[in-house]
Nanobody, 114 residues
Framework: QVRLVESGGGLVQTGGSLRLSCAASGNNDSPNTMGWYRQAPGKQRELVADITSGGNTNYADSVKGRFTISRDNAKNTVYLQMNSLKPEDTAVYYC????????WGQGTQVTVSS
């Protein structure tokens, strides 16, 4: 059974940094794509960034130049380094992994205070 475990969320001041991690287990193959989505109160879940097993990345315009996604295929782990955080980055951040099916983590709260 596939399981995604996220860590690294928390409370930070504007301009600060956080690093999110998500480890996937339950499937020996590396996911085709791993990524991060976020959902703020009253808003739809949106893509933050994703990365293929080959290292191709895709970012939301709102985080380009501030966030960096990376992955360790040997560990089936994806990371999101978030710098220059803004209050509008406040949301629950969800990890997603895609093999033939899509799987989601439980979410981790990121709060940026002004």
């Amino acid at each position: 059974q596939v399981r995604l475990v996220e860590s690294g969320g928390g409370l930070v001041q504007t301009g600060g940094s956080l690093r999110l991690s998500c480890a996937a287990s339950g499937n020996n193959d590396s996911p085709n794509t791993m990524g991060w989505y976020r959902q703020a109160p009253g808003k739809q879940r949106e893509l933050v960034a994703d990365i293929t097993s080959g290292g191709n990345t895709n970012y939301a315009d709102s985080v380009k130049g501030r966030f960096t996604i990376s992955r360790d295929n040997a560990k089936n782990t994806v990371y999101l380094q978030m710098n220059s955080l803004k209050p509008e980055d406040t949301a629950v951040y969800y990890c997603r992994a895609v093999w033939r099916l899509r799987y989601w983590g439980q979410g981790t709260q990121v709060t940026v205070s002004s």
